[in-house]
């Protein structure tokens, strides 16, 4: 495999095409593959794509290719699936998206994958714990974006509420990708201000109410829905937000990452995958960062952790 990467994407529409895109532009991969069970719509995605490259130039190849593309992948992201329609959860999916993932494991498992594998498919983190089982990957190699984006959208809200620009801000949510993701205010940093500490001084012309917990907490599980009653689907934010996590990978420098990956005893919580600070390298997750958690936002998290239980329970016995 090369150093500056080949990623394969099992998926052509809306998110898989848009990370794509993200990745194409990003410059951290020398391919990146576009397969899909509609092979014409992969080829005319990988076109279009290819043509965005030219202005400014780029040496970035995109094309479309097949499933054994994987074989020889750095990284491989699965975006298989359907959208959510507006009133769906996240988890609504899970029948669906566990029959298309039955089909991709069943013609990946034979390729013995030797690279990382990033699973972006909704219900995020039964998915995750779904295709690292059925792929018979270690924790470090199969792992999905989990509450990457819950955290992006996170300290957009935290950034519009005091602000502060974005960049100037640090945040973490943990546990499910969907509507019981736990916010760690006790971890947020503004300005290198604590929440609290913002919160009870706020700076002159910022409403301290644009920063309520619950406001802030349900806007950051909401914010997925909103996007899709407007126009029917989600894909720039998780599109930016996986570039970001290959970038890393591919980069061969570690960095912390919000993701869903296999707990062993980490947090408390063992035997499921679950949204939480990642270190990540080029040979995939190196250890999960334990932070102290105020004890309601442990408590969020240990809920969260029980939602997704039973939903891999659900999963496992759809046979």
Known sequence: MERNGKIVIFGAGHVGSHCALALAHSGSASEIVLVDSLPEKAAAQAL???????????????????????????ISIVAI???????????????????????????????????????????????????????????????????????????????????????????????EHGDSSAPAFSLARLA?????????????????????????????????????????????????????LCAAILGGESAVFPLSVALEGEYGQRGIHAGVPARVGRAGIESIVEYPLAPGEKAAFDASCEVIRGYVKRAQGRA
């Not at 794509?49 to 750095?74: K, N």
């Not at 604590?194 to 917990?213: E, V």
Request: with cysteine; net charge negative.
């Open 48 to 74: 279009d794509i290819a043509d965005s490259l030219v202005f400014p130039p780029s040496p970035v190849r995109v094309r479309s290719g097949d499933y054994a593309e994987a074989a020889d992948a750095d």
């Open 81 to 175: 699936g359907e959208p959510r329609l507006p009133g769906q959860t996240r988890l609504d999916l899970l029948d669906r998206s566990a029959a298309l993932l039955e089909g991709l494991v069943e013609r990946l498992t034979p390729l013995n994958l030797p690279g990382i594998v990033v699973t972006i498919t909704n219900p995020a983190d039964i998915v995750a714990h779904l295709v690292r089982q059925g792929l018979g990957l270690p924790r470090s190699r199969c792992f999905g974006t989990g509450t990457l984006l819950d955290t992006a959208r996170f300290v957009r809200l935290l950034s519009e509420g005091s602000g502060v620009p974005a960049g100037e801000i640090s945040g973490l949510v943990l546990g």
């Open 192 to 244: 290198g201000r604590s929440f609290d500490d913002f919160l009870a001084r706020p700076p002159a012309g910022i409403d301290a109410a644009k920063l309520d917990r619950q406001a802030l907490t349900e806007g950051t599980r909401q914010a997925g829905m909103t996007v899709i009653i407007g126009k029917g689907s989600t894909e720039y934010g998780i599109a930016q937000v996986t570039a970001a």
